[in-house]
């Protein structure tokens, strides 16, 4: 079934029409009419998303899509080959490419919103793209489904923010915005934003009421200052922007915390061959790296009476107590032709944060020859994420 949304755009400034969300698990395609009423005479033109048939696309590919360019490329990319998932791309202007390591797996390098949207016509079974970019463009699509929803980079948040000074000066949370005796009908809040679905859902969500929003591709920073709008809603990561040109973020001001996550369409999930084996591979991978990421493998030698002695001089002490506790083994030697253990290796993961503390503490109880290595994976028993995919397919047990 195809869904419209209609946005109606203006010269100089534009509005966007009461927002109107369709029933989420009604949107198989969304189209987008745009009314263009700068001009005189307004003409409706229908656009779709992907795939214009209505029928599943037939093939036999499993197809992932990756972000093309922006900040979440190359952060992807790394990310897959920490995975030992390496995409093999022949050339950059190239779209298509794979990972060797999942035959029957296609990569279709993409725009992240592009990437949403063909998730969303059946063009793509699974994608990488930062959450803000799932919730803007798959307006609550129960088809969409977070596989992993905290790959751990492009951190940012949503954010609407007011300038620091004039009327704005001493209000500091969405309550005082609201409450502003300002807005009008006549004069209502004018806000500039990319996100053309989540703010004006924000906005009435929170009960804002005499709101009108104008879009712009970029540098939405300036528009307060170049008089177009009363407040943006863009995303924020480092903060900078917003300094740089005066704005502020107020309380309750956050629409959604995001980072990178795998997202995949619930139909490929469960009707496409091979979709749910792929998932299953990706996600195991992603979770034993992810947590590897944080740890370091520390071995080192020590004197001692006997393993649980030793064991019992390290579990003292906080933080080398491991992941299920230390690996203790003893050294042999032969000392006056008797095998005997004076030293044991001892084998423990240490968060890389505390790396440094302990050493230390492995130090302080007799430790020497400390190695530290990097650990890949640390693949633990089945992963929550995995029995929660499948329960929200209905295929739990
Ligand atoms: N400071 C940030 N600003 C914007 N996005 C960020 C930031 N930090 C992380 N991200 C994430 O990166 C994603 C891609 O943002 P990026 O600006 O690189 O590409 P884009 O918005 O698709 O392209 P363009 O800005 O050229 O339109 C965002 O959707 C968001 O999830
Ligand atoms: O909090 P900060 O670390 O300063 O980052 C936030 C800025 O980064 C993004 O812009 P981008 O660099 O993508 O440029 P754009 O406005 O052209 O999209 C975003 O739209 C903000 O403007
Ligand atoms: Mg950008």
Redesign the pocket.
Known sequence: MAVSQTIFLQCPSASISPFSAPPSSAINRVSVKFMVSCCSVASPVTLVNGNVDSKPSERNEVRLGL?S????ATDTLELLKDCQLSVRQVNPRQYVAEIPLLPNLEVWFQ???DIVRKLVSGDLDLGI?????VSEYGQGNEDLILVHDALEY???HLSLAIPKYGIFENINTLEELAQMPQWTTERPLRVATGFTYLAPKFMNDNGLKHVTFSTA??ALEAAPAMGIADAIVD????GTTLRENNLKEIEGGVIVE???VLVASRKSLTLREGVLDITHEMLERLEAHLRAAGQFMVTANMRGSSAEEVAERILNQTSLSGLQGPTVSPVFCKRDGKVTADYYAIVICAPKKELYKSVQQLRAIGGSGVLISPLTYIFDEETPRWRQLLSNLGMGF
């Open positions: 972000p360019k922006g900040r979440m725009r992240p919103k793209v930062g959450l803000d970019t492009g951190d940012c591709d970029g995303l924020v990561s480092s995001s980072q990178a």
